[in-house]
């Protein structure tokens, strides 16, 4: 079963070897440090087995959650660890607030756009060179965070994760548990 918890401190070494493993430029133990003090963002962690096997992150601009990071150790991919992360983080700026949701994506990572349009990310447009090798990022927004839209997709995704993972009572109930958990313990960042 994967566990989403809050990223904490003691979670960063593991977070860093992940990044290692996954991007070619990853951010220091001193970024990450700086990105749960911040209360302008929020991370999460996900843990199978009790290890860290991804991440993902959001940072409240006004009334926008933008997701400015997703990984998963590459050993654990198709799993639904992205999936799930993202539902948690989605989740959760929708119950401090947030409006709509935006990010970047590499304009090669197809399989990734999907995962995104699943959630309701639609492309918006498209930022040249935005990456270090110089390659495009498609911009996608959700704009429509609170609505009934949203609810229904949002669910619709929980519930086929759940099955997937062979849980489907489980998905619903955890994705509302940890925004309300996670809203409590930090306070809205809106």
Same mark, same amino acid.
């Given at each position: 079963m994967i566990d989403i918890a809050p990223l904490r401190s003691a979670d960063i070494a593991d977070v !860093?070897?992940?990044?290692?493993?996954?991007?070619?430029?990853?951010?220091?133990?001193? !970024?990450?440090?700086?990105?749960?003090a911040a209360?302008?963002?929020y991370h999460v962690v996900a843990r199978l087995d009790g290890a860290v096997v991804g991440h993902a992150g959001i940072l409240f601009v006004r009334d926008v959650a933008h997701v400015i990071t997703v990984a998963v150790h590459p050993d654990r991919h198709g799993r639904g660890i992205a999936t799930t992360m993202l539902l948690a983080v989605v989740n959760y700026a929708r119950s401090v607030g947030a409006r709509a949701s935006a990010l970047e994506v590499r304009a090669s990572a197809y399989r990734t756009q999907r995962l995104y349009g699943r959630l309701?990310? !639609?492309?918006?447009?498209?930022?040249?060179s935005y990456y270090d090798d110089a390659e495009d990022a498609v911009v996608m927004r959700l704009n429509d965070l609170n609505s009934a839209q949203a609810d229904a997709r949002l669910l619709r995704v929980a519930d086929e994760l759940a099955v997937k993972q062979g849980s489907p009572l489980q998905a619903s109930a955890c994705l509302s548990r940890v925004a309300d958990e996670l809203a409590v313990k930090q306070g809205s960042p809106l």
């Open positions: !860093v070897a992940i990044d290692e493993s996954c991007y070619s430029e990853p951010w220091s133990t001193k !970024v990450w440090a700086a990105e749960v209360s302008s963002r309701g990310f !639609v492309p918006a447009g498209i930022r040249r």
